[in-house]
C-alpha cells in the first residue's frame, strides 16, 4: 500500500466534536441512540464544562449532529426520534436507571433522587458524588448541569 500523498495520516484526528479542538485526552462524551444507530460524540475538557455549567445543553449538540449528518429537523423537536444516554456530567459515568423510566417515575427509582420546586430533579452520582440536575426534555430526562 503507497503513502496518502504529503502522508497526511488517514485516521482523523481526536478533535471535539462541538468546537474541534483537539480533545487533549479528554474522555468527555455525550451519547444518543436512533432507531437505526447509537451516536458517540466525543468532547474537549472546556466544552464539557460548559455542559456542567448549564451553557451547552444536551439538544444543542443532538441539533448540531443532526445538521452535521444531513437530517432534516421538520418537527423542531431533537429529541422526538432518539434517546439520550444519562450520563453524569462531572465524571460520564451512567446514572443508570433513571434513563429507563418516565421522567415523573425517576424519584421512585433513585431514592436519592429529589424533585426540586422548578419540576427538575437532582441525583447525586454513584461513583464521583457529584449532583447532577436533570430535565425532562422532550419527553426524556437529561442532565442538564451539575448542582
Ligand atoms: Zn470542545
Ligand atoms: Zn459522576
Redesign the pocket.
Known amino acids: 500500500m503507497p503513502n496518502s500523498p504529503g502522508g497526511i495520516s488517514l485516521v482523523e484526528a481526536a478533535v471535539c466534536f462541538h468546537c474541534q479542538q483537539a480533545l487533549a485526552g479528554s474522555t468527555f462524551q455525550v451519547s444518543f441512540h436512533t432507531a437505526t444507530e447509537d451516536i458517540t460524540l466525543p468532547l474537549c475538557v472546556s466544552c464539557q464544562s460548559l455542559r456542567q455549567e448549564g451553557q451547552l445543553p444536551v439538544e444543542l449538540l443532538v441539533q448540531q449532529w443532526l445538521y452535521s449528518s444531513g437530517q432534516r429537523q421538520d418537527t423542531g423537536d431533537p429529541f422526538r426520534n432518539l434517546f439520550v444516554s444519562l450520563a453524569?456530567?462531572?465524571?460520564?459515568?451512567p446514572l443508570g436507571a433513571l434513563s429507563t423510566v418516565a421522567a415523573g417515575v425517576a424519584p421512585l427509582v433513585l431514592a436519592e433522587s429529589r424533585r426540586l420546586p422548578d419540576g427538575s430533579t437532582v441525583v447525586p452520582?454513584?461513583?464521583?458524588?457529584?449532583t447532577?440536575v436533570l430535565q425532562s426534555q422532550g419527553g426524556q430526562l437529561v442532565a442538564v448541569r451539575l448542582w
Do not use: A, D, V
Open positions: 453524569c456530567l462531572g465524571c460520564g459515568s452520582c454513584p461513583r464521583c458524588r457529584r447532577n
